[in-house]
């Protein structure tokens, strides 16, 4: 062939690929997450339709602008106690179960876990868990959608966390997500009254008129 030398195979191949736009950089693909449906805000009320939740903030709580970030839907405030509450979704992790999401939230979130348990709530199992990161404690609990896990947190300075600690728990016990269907509820103890299912999953004892009628 002359003087012409010839182009080893793994040096055309690769010449190729990167003409072509296929050549790979070692890193995987990384999911697009897709924005969350849009909910709105009424009063001391969040409610999403398409997900079908509603989150209700108690007294003393206010509502603030949704931080810019993928997923996220709604955010309170607690000017009084430096707290803040935040509802988002994310992409559903590889692993399953409780533990792995509450694993995924804190690697999404950069947070330390601390402490955490799968719980039954409002019928679904879900993760309880606490982190930390940055001088601050956060509360959270994730649960599985069909449309990817659904997270809610509040969180504060960690030098308030035993005066703030309850205030952060009721507000997460606001969120609720409607039953797609009726309800079966089984009463498993004495004191279920009709106010205090109402409570459990509308977030209203007042409801518990609607119920008995």
Same mark, same amino acid.
């Given at each position: 062939?002359?003087? %012409?030398?010839?182009?080893?195979?793994?040096?055309?191949?690769?010449? +190729?690929?990167?003409? *072509?736009?296929?050549? =790979? *950089?070692?890193? @995987?693909?990384?999911?697009?997450?897709?924005?969350?449906?849009?909910?709105?805000?009424?009063?001391?009320t969040y409610?999403?339709?398409?997900?079908?939740?509603?989150?209700?903030?108690?007294?003393g709580w206010r509502s603030q602008a949704a931080p810019s970030e993928p997923g996220s839907m709604a955010c309170w405030e607690?000017? @009084?106690?430096?707290?803040?509450?935040?509802?988002?979704?994310?992409?559903?992790? =590889?692993? /399953?179960?409780p533990p792995a999401w509450g694993l995924h939230l804190a690697q999404t979130r950069g947070w330390?876990? %601390?402490? @955490? %348990?799968?719980?039954?709530?409002?019928? %679904? *199992?879900?993760? /309880?868990?606490?982190?930390?990161?940055?001088g601050k404690v +956060?509360?959270?609990r994730v649960l599985d959608l069909p449309s990817g896990l659904l997270a809610v947190a509040a969180g504060g300075d960690e030098a308030r966390q035993k005066e703030t600690r309850p205030m952060a728990v009721e507000l997460l016990e606001g969120l609720r997500i409607w039953p797609a269907a009726d309800l079966l509820h089984t009463v498993k103890r004495g004191g279920e009254s009709l106010d205090l299912v109402a409570l459990w999953y509308t977030g209203r004892v007042s409801n518990g008129k609607i119920l008995k009628d």
């Open positions: 062939m002359g003087n %012409r030398k010839l182009i080893p195979a793994a040096i055309c191949l690769a010449l +190729f690929l990167a003409l *072509t736009g296929c050549a =790979t *950089t070692g890193k @995987g693909p990384e999911a697009v997450q897709e924005p969350a449906p849009a909910g709105q805000v009424a009063g001391n409610q999403n339709q398409a997900l079908g939740l509603s989150w209700l903030a108690p007294p607690h000017p @009084g106690l430096g707290l803040v509450g935040q509802l988002w979704l994310m992409p559903r992790s =590889t692993g /399953d179960g330390q876990p %601390r402490e @955490g %348990r799968a719980i039954a709530w409002q019928g %679904r *199992t879900c993760w /309880d868990g606490e982190y930390h990161a940055g +956060f509360r959270a």
